[in-house]
């Protein structure tokens, strides 16, 4: 990648800093989630400054690849996302933001970023419940890993 957020030290606590394992460019997916249903709203960059922003406003930080400057979500647009909680995920290279979002998150202003281009669905509603039973959808097995 030649896009790379800017280097500096970590404004994060050293525990938390320690931990995150970035991509070469220094950066982190951060999934935005809707705090009280659950819906994925957008995938969006965090660096260190950017996650430290985050927790620390209450606020969305993002890094744009594209601009290559920080932005908090609705500053320009009106569709705030208010923090709830910030977890890492069980192999700390992805951030999952809970988030209160007031309005459209994505930036076609859709409410959500995964609405229009859905690639499968069970018309039926119904899952696989042996698969989940035996782990098998799971993920158990390690092989993304």
Known sequence: MTSSSP?????LAPEIADRLKRGA???LPAIAQQYDTG???MLGWMDDEALHRTLTTGRCT???R????????????GHFQWVKSVALDCDADTVLVK???VGAACHTGARTCFDADVLLTDETGETDETDEADGAGS???GADQ
């Open 7 to 11: 280097r500096r030290p970590s404004p």
């Open 25 to 27: 460019d220094g950066l």
């Open 39 to 41: 819906e994925v709203l």
């Open 139 to 141: 993920g158990a097995s």
């Open 66 to 77: 594209s601009r290559q400057e920080y932005w908090v979500k609705g500053d320009t647009s």
């Open 99 to 101: 988030v209160d979002q």
């Open 62 to 64: 993002y890094w744009s």
